[in-house]
């Protein structure tokens, strides 16, 4: 299944990148700059892993007429979501709950319409990246922590509005999660299955919709 995903995002972003380069040589896309930098604040609330939020940045630079590769990075830690009602989930002798990791994410976006990169509706594949540690201040001295890889693929569609030089973009789509869980302590590594992780995985099925908005500066 990962094979396949993998070899349809590579052959998209093949032909995209071919169909874009032989556009005709009298065509002048709509704007001049090279990259766009851009948030999405929707992912500071709720990331991609259960009760984490993504505190990061993308980087989205032209790569031919109507293309353009977009690559992510983000600080994995507590979403704004969680810390609103933490101090409701323990008791003041519990040890709160600590989660830290990172994500990457990098896509291949292709613009149709004569407006050129970065502007009007476009369409990507995209392939990600997620691994978060959980624990609590207690555990963690001791070595025992939850590690959690995600890989996700995922097909998106929006569009993108750029005025001078802010840029604001949304998008629908759907993604396919593959999750891998494994407790860690310091006599060995044991894997942990979803149907185990419940609390932290109200919808176990791997397709998943998307959504997202995120805001940007143009240069």
Known sequence: MKKTILVIFVL????ANTF?????????????FGS?????????????VPLTGEYGAGFEYKAGIKSSIELKAAYVTKGIIYMLIESELYDPSEPKLTMNGYRFQFDYRYYPTKKGAFKGLFV?????????NFSDEISKQSGYYLKVNHFEYGLIGGYQFVF????????LGVK?????WAENSPTGVSTISIDELGDFYTITTPILPMIGISLGRAF
């Open 176 to 180: 396919y999660r593959d999750i891998h």
């Open 12 to 15: 998209f972003a093949f032909m």
């Open 164 to 171: 001078g030089r802010f840029a604001m973009e949304a998008y």
């Open 36 to 48: 766009i930098v851009k948030i999405s604040p929707l992912n500071f609330y709720w990331g991609s």
């Open 124 to 132: 990507a594949p995209l392939i990600s990246y997620t691994t978060v």
């Open 20 to 32: 874009s380069q032989i556009e005709d040589f009298d065509y002048k896309p709509e704007n001049t």
